[in-house]
Nanobody
Framework: QVQLVESGGGLVQAGGSLRLSCAASGRTFSSYPMGWFRQAPGKEREFVAAISQYGINTYYTDSVKGRFTISRDNARKTVYLQMNSLKPEDTAVYYC???????????????WGQGTQVTVSS
Protein backbone atom coordinates (compact mmCIF):
# COMPACT_ATOMS: atom_id res chain seq x y z
CA GLN A 1 0.00 0.00 0.00
CA VAL A 2 1.23 3.48 -0.79
CA GLN A 3 1.51 6.50 1.45
CA LEU A 4 0.97 9.96 -0.05
CA VAL A 5 2.42 13.37 0.78
CA GLU A 6 1.21 16.53 -0.97
CA SER A 7 3.21 19.72 -1.42
CA GLY A 8 3.16 22.90 -3.45
CA GLY A 9 0.23 24.72 -1.94
CA GLY A 10 0.35 28.38 -0.94
CA LEU A 11 -1.08 31.84 -1.39
CA VAL A 12 -1.45 33.19 -4.91
CA GLN A 13 -3.29 36.08 -6.52
CA ALA A 14 -6.21 35.47 -8.83
CA GLY A 15 -4.95 34.64 -12.31
CA GLY A 16 -1.79 33.07 -10.96
CA SER A 17 -0.54 29.50 -11.09
CA LEU A 18 0.54 26.76 -8.71
CA ARG A 19 1.74 23.21 -9.22
CA LEU A 20 0.83 20.67 -6.61
CA SER A 21 2.84 17.50 -6.19
CA CYS A 22 1.90 14.27 -4.50
CA ALA A 23 4.80 11.95 -3.72
CA ALA A 24 4.11 8.30 -3.04
CA SER A 25 6.04 5.69 -1.13
CA GLY A 26 5.84 2.00 -1.89
CA ARG A 27 6.61 -0.07 -4.92
CA THR A 28 3.17 -0.29 -6.50
CA PHE A 29 2.45 3.36 -7.37
CA SER A 30 2.00 2.62 -11.07
CA SER A 31 -0.83 0.21 -10.31
CA TYR A 32 -3.02 2.94 -8.82
CA PRO A 33 -5.31 5.36 -10.56
CA MET A 34 -4.76 8.71 -8.86
CA GLY A 35 -7.08 11.57 -8.08
CA TRP A 36 -7.07 15.10 -6.74
CA PHE A 37 -9.90 16.33 -4.55
CA ARG A 38 -10.47 19.57 -2.67
CA GLN A 39 -12.42 20.75 0.31
CA ALA A 40 -13.32 24.34 0.97
CA PRO A 41 -14.36 25.56 4.44
CA GLY A 42 -17.88 24.48 5.25
CA LYS A 43 -18.20 22.40 2.10
CA GLU A 44 -17.95 18.74 1.25
CA ARG A 45 -14.86 17.27 -0.35
CA GLU A 46 -15.21 17.35 -4.13
CA PHE A 47 -13.55 15.74 -7.10
CA VAL A 48 -11.09 17.82 -9.11
CA ALA A 49 -9.17 15.52 -11.48
CA ALA A 50 -8.17 11.91 -12.00
CA ILE A 51 -5.60 10.04 -14.06
CA SER A 52 -5.34 6.38 -14.97
CA GLN A 53 -2.41 4.18 -14.05
CA TYR A 54 -0.24 5.05 -17.07
CA GLY A 55 -1.66 8.50 -17.71
CA ILE A 56 -3.65 7.55 -20.80
CA ASN A 57 -6.98 8.73 -19.44
CA THR A 58 -7.65 11.93 -17.52
CA TYR A 59 -10.84 13.41 -16.14
CA TYR A 60 -11.72 16.82 -14.75
CA THR A 61 -14.60 18.46 -13.02
CA ASP A 62 -16.20 21.06 -15.28
CA SER A 63 -15.10 24.05 -13.21
CA VAL A 64 -11.38 23.36 -13.79
CA LYS A 65 -11.39 22.14 -17.38
CA GLY A 66 -8.97 24.17 -19.48
CA ARG A 67 -7.24 25.55 -16.38
CA PHE A 68 -5.94 22.53 -14.47
CA THR A 69 -3.83 19.63 -15.77
CA ILE A 70 -3.22 16.36 -13.98
CA SER A 71 -0.15 14.32 -14.85
CA ARG A 72 2.01 11.61 -13.34
CA ASP A 73 5.56 10.36 -13.41
CA ASN A 74 5.58 6.71 -12.40
CA ALA A 75 9.38 6.59 -12.27
CA ARG A 76 9.32 9.35 -9.68
CA LYS A 77 6.16 7.98 -8.01
CA THR A 78 4.61 11.41 -8.20
CA VAL A 79 1.34 12.85 -9.46
CA TYR A 80 1.00 16.54 -10.27
CA LEU A 81 -1.77 19.08 -10.55
CA GLN A 82 -0.84 22.14 -12.59
CA MET A 83 -3.30 24.91 -11.77
CA ASN A 84 -3.44 27.98 -14.01
CA SER A 85 -5.76 30.99 -14.11
CA LEU A 86 -6.61 30.43 -10.47
CA LYS A 87 -9.77 31.94 -9.06
CA PRO A 88 -10.77 32.76 -5.48
CA GLU A 89 -13.31 29.93 -5.64
CA ASP A 90 -10.41 27.48 -6.08
CA THR A 91 -9.40 28.18 -2.48
CA ALA A 92 -9.46 24.88 -0.57
CA VAL A 93 -7.37 22.14 0.94
CA TYR A 94 -6.28 19.89 -1.90
CA TYR A 95 -5.88 16.16 -1.36
CA CYS A 96 -4.39 13.49 -3.56
CA UNK A 97 -5.68 9.95 -3.37
CA UNK A 98 -4.84 6.51 -4.71
CA UNK A 99 -7.77 4.49 -5.89
CA UNK A 100 -9.16 1.28 -7.31
CA UNK A 101 -10.81 3.03 -10.24
CA UNK A 102 -10.13 6.14 -12.30
CA UNK A 103 -13.27 7.66 -10.93
CA UNK A 104 -14.82 10.86 -9.63
CA UNK A 105 -16.29 9.41 -6.46
CA UNK A 106 -14.59 9.61 -3.08
CA UNK A 107 -15.36 6.01 -2.23
CA UNK A 108 -13.31 4.81 -5.21
CA UNK A 109 -10.14 5.95 -3.44
CA UNK A 110 -8.59 4.12 -0.52
CA UNK A 111 -5.42 6.03 0.38
CA TRP A 112 -5.33 9.77 1.04
CA GLY A 113 -2.65 12.34 1.68
CA GLN A 114 -2.81 14.91 4.46
CA GLY A 115 -3.73 17.78 2.16
CA THR A 116 -2.13 21.06 1.14
CA GLN A 117 -3.76 24.47 1.45
CA VAL A 118 -4.32 26.58 -1.65
CA THR A 119 -5.50 30.15 -1.11
CA VAL A 120 -6.34 32.42 -4.03
CA SER A 121 -6.73 36.11 -3.22
CA SER A 122 -8.88 38.44 -5.29
Amino acid sequence: QVQLVESGGGLVQAGGSLRLSCAASGRTFSSYPMGWFRQAPGKEREFVAAISQYGINTYYTDSVKGRFTISRDNARKTVYLQMNSLKPEDTAVYYCAAGRLTAQTIDSYDVWGQGTQVTVSS
